[in-house]
Nanobody, 124 residues
Framework: QAQLVESGGGLVQPGGSLRLSCQAS????????ISWFRQAPGKEREFVAG????????GYADSVKGRFTISRDNAKKTVYLEMSGLKPEDTAVYYC?????????????????WGQGTQVTVSS
């Protein structure tokens, strides 16, 4: 059974908006943190945004601050990534990831559970 399932990707014009969803299993949802990373063609995976379980603390990459918002719905066991003001450079596969250990949200190597990814393409 998949522990993290992303949805909501697609094609959007520059300046547009999308909302990504990450449905988690009950155990995975109560992990220390769930975050979004992305990977563009030819580039390394990079941190986008993250949120902790206990206090709902949030963190964002500088490139998306003010444009993206991460949130969680505990009843639905879902983490959302609201994206607005999208730019062509936001084009990437977006992955939902979870970690059970404490630490920096942007530490890629600390995440042990990954979703399959969802494609976001920003183009006119």
């Amino acid at each position: 059974q998949a522990q993290l399932v992303e949805s909501g990707g697609g094609l959007v014009q520059p300046g547009g908006s999308l909302r990504l969803s990450c449905q988690a299993s009950e155990r995975t949802f109560s992990s220390y943190a769930i975050s979004w990373f992305r990977q563009a063609p030819g580039k390394e995976r990079e941190f986008v945004a993250g949120i902790t379980y206990s206090f709902g603390s949030r963190g964002y990459a500088d490139s998306v601050k003010g444009r993206f918002t991460i949130s969680r719905d505990n009843a639905k066991k879902t983490v959302y990534l609201e994206m607005s003001g999208l730019k062509p450079e936001d084009t990437a596969v977006y992955y939902c990831v979870a970690r059970s250990s404490r630490g920096n949200l942007n530490d890629l190597k600390s995440y042990e559970t990954w979703g399959q990814g969802t494609q976001v393409t920003v183009s006119s």
